[in-house]
C-alpha cells in the first residue's frame, strides 16, 4: 500500500517509476499485479476524441464608455454574453449562422494560435453601461480569463455504432453506411483514462491532468455521469457510457497542438483535445485495473436507425478495423486519434518523470451512484 504523499516524494526524489498504459500493459504479460503494486508507481493514460461538451469563459475587460454586452458574435459564431457585463462564454459546437463549417471550435483554436479574432457586441445602454455597440478585434494576451469550462469530458466507455437502414446517416459518430455497411466508435480503448481506474479510486474532484498542454483540474461530476451503467461481469469495467467529468484548465496556457477544431459532414462543429491522467500504483487493486487490455473491454454496438443495441463488440476487435456482423466482416473506424493519445502518455510520463507535474489527492470523491434520466415529456 502506498500513499500519494509516497509516490510524489519518490518523483521529487527522481526515484518513481513511471510507466505508459501501454508499457504497464507489457510488462503485465510477465508480471502479476502485487508485483506491479511493488515495482510500479505511476501510469499515464490518456484520449485525444472529439469531446462536444465543451466552451470557453471568456473576460473582455471593459469597454471606453462601459457597455453591457448581450449579444455577441466572435468572428460571426454566436457566444452567450447573459452572465455579466464583460463575461461571456463560448461553445465548442456553436456554428456560425454565416458559414456552418465554421464554429465555437475554430474560435478558440485560433485565439490559442495566438491569432486576431473579431469581436461584434451589442447591449441595452443603462446609466452604469452607456455603450450600445463594439465591433473590434482581440488577441487572447489582450484580455484577462480565458479558460475552458467543459461540461462533459473523457467518456468512460462509449457505444459503437452502426446503421440498418436503407440509407445513409450523418451523426455526431461520423458517417453509417445502410445496411450494416460500418461501425463507428470513439475511445482509447485500454489507454483510455477512467477505463484504467473503473472505481473512480484515484481521479475524482481536484484531480490534475493533462489538459491540452498545460495542467488542468476536474471541477465536477461531468453531466449524463451515469456510474449505474451494466457492467461486465467478468471485469467491472462498464459496457457502454459510465462516468463523465467536468474539467477546467487556462487556455492561455494551452497549445494549439492538442486542440483540433472538427467539421462532422451533416452534422455540424465538434473539437477534439488532447487530456492525460495519471494514476498512481496504490495497491494491487490499482494494479489490477491498469493491467487491463482491450480485448476485455466491452461495448454495445448500437443501431442508430433504431435506436436499439443490436449486440457487444470488443475494443481489441474495433482498433483492428474489421468487425463481424451479421455473418460478414465490416470496417470499423474510430473518431479518436489514439496515435496522439499514446503521444501523451509519454509527454505526460517525460513531465512526471522530470518533476514538472506532481499526483494530486481529491478533495472529493466522483459519485459511485447516479445514473441518465430522460427528459420528462408530458
Known amino acids: 500500500m502506498k500513499t500519494i504523499e509516497e509516490i510524489n516524494e519518490r518523483i521529487r526524489k527522481g526515484k518513481a517509476v513511471v510507466l505508459t498504459a501501454s508499457e504497464v500493459k507489457k510488462l503485465a504479460e510477465k508480471k502479476s499485479p502485487a508485483e506491479i503494486a ?40 454566436p457566444a452567450y454574453g447573459g452572465i455579466a457585463a464583460v463575461d461571456i462564454y463560448l461553445g465548442a459546437t456553436e456554428q456560425s449562422p454565416d458559414n456552418p463549417r465554421f464554429g465555437g471550435a ?30 473590434g478585434k482581440f488577441r487572447l494576451d489582450q484580455i484577462n480569463q480565458a479558460f475552458f469550462f467543459n461540461p462533459r469530458n473523457c467518456y468512460q466507455n462509449y457505444n459503437a455504432a452502426a446503421n440498418s437502414s ?3 446517416l450523418h451523426t455526431y459518430m461520423g458517417k453509417l453506411n445502410p445496411r450494416l455497411g460500418n461501425v463507428n466508435y470513439s475511445g482509447a480503448g485500454e489507454i483510455s483514462p477512467l477505463l484504467n481506474d473503473p472505481g473512480l479510486k484515484t481521479i475524482g474532484i481536484g484531480t490534475a491532468f493533462f489538459f491540452c498542454g498545460t495542467t488542468g483540474y476536474v471541477s465536477w461530476e461531468g453531466t449524463q455521469f451515469n456510474a449505474i451503467q451494466e457492467k461486465d461481469p467478468d471485469t467491472g469495467l462498464p459496457i457502454g457510457p459510465g462516468a463523465t467529468l467536468a474539467l477546467i484548465g487556462n487556455l492561455k496556457e494551452m497549445k494549439p497542438e492538442f486542440i483540433r477544431p472538427v467539421v462532422i459532414p451533416g452534422y455540424g462543429i465538434t473539437i477534439s483535445l488532447g487530456m492525460g491522467f495519471a494514476i498512481p500504483v496504490m495497491d494491487e487493486d ?9 480485448k476485455q473491454i466491452k461495448t454495445r454496438l448500437m443501431d442508430y436507425a433504431t435506436g436499439k443495441c443490436i449486440g457487444f463488440v470488443n475494443y481489441e476487435e474495433l482498433i483492428s478495423g474489421k468487425v463481424e456482423l451479421s455473418g460478414r466482416k465490416v470496417p470499423s473506424r474510430t473518431m479518436t486519434d489514439i496515435h496522439a493519445s499514446t503521444d501523451i502518455t509519454e509527454i505526460l510520463q517525460d513531465w512526471i518523470r522530470n ?20 427528459f420528462p415529456e408530458n
Do not use: W
Open 106 to 135: 475554430h474560435v478558440i483554436h485560433k485565439l490559442v494560435k495566438g491569432l486576431p479574432v473579431k469581436i461584434s457586441a451589442e447591449g441595452s445602454p443603462t446609466d452604469c453601461y452607456p455603450r450600445s455597440n463594439l465591433d
Open 38 to 77: 511493488r515495482k510500479v508507481d505511476v501510469v499515464t493514460t490518456a484520449t485525444f476524441s472529439p469531446m462536444c461538451s465543451s466552451g470557453v469563459f471568456l473576460n473582455m475587460g471593459h469597454t471606453r464608455p462601459p457597455m453591457k454586452m448581450q449579444k455577441v458574435f466572435l468572428d460571426g459564431v
Open 166 to 168: 436503407e440509407k445513409t
Open 286 to 294: 490499482i494494479a489490477k485495473s491498469v493491467m487491463i487490455r482491450n
Open 355 to 374: 518533476g514538472k507535474f506532481f499526483l494530486s489527492t481529491p478533495v472529493k470523491s466522483l459519485p459511485i451512484e447516479g445514473c441518465v434520466k430522460k
